[in-house]
């Protein structure tokens, strides 16, 4: 059973930072791609970006493509989101989740563990 645990969630003025941490438990998590999704309040889950297995290929959302990054580290079984010029709708509830997969991978149906979320506030 992979257990999922973020973190780094918090209140930041808009053009502020913020970076999210992933953990994952399990002894095949390094060979998964990993993927954040967020929901704001009324809204379905949507895909923010994704990391392949080893960290060689990554994908994001057009809307923050060129303020977010994701990466990873193995050795640590654990993702990172650094978040940058933050806007006031990036506000949600951001979400770590677990890919059946090792390749990357935008479809929510392709994730089959998620973590409970780490709530994001952007103020303008």
């Known amino acids: 059973q992979v257990q999922i645990i973020e973190s780094g969630g918090g209140l930041v003025q808009a053009g502020g930072s913020l970076r999210l941490a992933c953990v994952a438990s399990?002894?095949?998590?390094?060979?998964?791609?990993m993927g954040w999704f967020r929901q704001a309040p009324g809204e379905g889950r949507e895909f923010v970006s994704t990391?392949?297995?080893?960290?060689?290929?990554?994908y994001y959302a057009n809307s923050v493509k060129g303020r977010f990054t994701i990466s990873r580290d193995n050795a640590k079984n654990t993702v990172y989101l650094q978040m940058n010029n933050l806007k006031p709708e990036d506000t949600a509830v951001y979400y770590c989740?677990?890919?059946?997969?090792?390749?990357?991978?935008?479809?929510?149906?392709?994730?089959?563990?998620w973590g409970q979320g780490t709530q994001v506030t952007v103020s303008s």
């Open positions: 990391v392949s297995w080893n960290g060689g290929s990554t």
């Open positions: 399990g002894p095949t998590v390094s060979s998964h791609a």
């Open positions: 989740a677990m890919s059946r997969f090792s390749r990357v991978t935008d479809s929510r149906n392709e994730y089959d563990a």
